[in-house]
Nanobody, 121 residues
Framework: QVQLVESGGGLVQAGGSLRLSCAAS????????MAWFRQAPGKEREFVAN???????YYRDSVKGRFTISRDNAKNTVYLQMNSLKPEDTAVYYC???????????????WGQGTQVTVSS
C-alpha cells in the first residue's frame, strides 16, 4: 500500500513558476513509476509526466521544456517543477504511482488527493 500527499499548488501569474511535491509512504517507493496527472474543470484527467525507478522521464508535448519531474528515493518524494506557466495549465494536479511504466490513468494504482494550480493571465 502506498499513500501519496501532494503539496505546493497555488495561484500564480502567467510566466511564473511553482514546484509541486508528492510525499509517499512505504518502503518500496523506489520500485514505483511516479507520475503527475492533471484535471481541468469539465475535462478528463490527463498525463503530464512520469519518472521511472531508474530516472527516465517522459512528458506530454505541451509541457516539454517547461516542466521537470524528478524524484528523491531517499526522501520518498517526487517533484514537478513548473516554469513558464500558462493559463491552460490551470488544473488540479495529482500524483500517482504504478508498477508499470505507462501513461494512462488506468495504469496507476495509487493516487493523491490533488493540489490546485491556478494560472492567471
Amino acid at each position: 500500500q502506498v499513500q501519496l500527499v501532494e503539496s505546493g499548488g497555488g495561484l500564480v501569474q502567467a510566466g511564473g513558476s511553482l514546484r509541486l511535491s508528492c510525499a509517499a509512504s512505504g518502503r518500496t517507493f523506489s520500485r514505483y513509476v511516479m507520475a503527475w496527472f492533471r484535471q481541468a474543470p469539465g475535462k478528463e484527467r490527463e498525463f503530464v509526466a512520469n519518472v521511472h525507478w531508474i530516472g527516465n522521464e517522459y512528458y506530454r508535448d505541451s509541457v516539454k521544456g517547461r516542466f521537470t519531474i524528478s524524484r528523491d528515493n531517499a526522501k520518498n518524494t517526487v517533484y514537478l517543477q513548473m516554469n513558464s506557466l500558462k493559463p491552460e495549465d490551470t488544473a488540479v494536479y495529482y500524483c500517482a504511482a504504478a508498477t508499470r511504466a505507462l501513461r494512462t490513468v488506468e495504469s496507476y494504482d495509487y493516487w493523491g488527493q490533488g493540489t490546485q494550480v491556478t494560472v492567471s493571465s
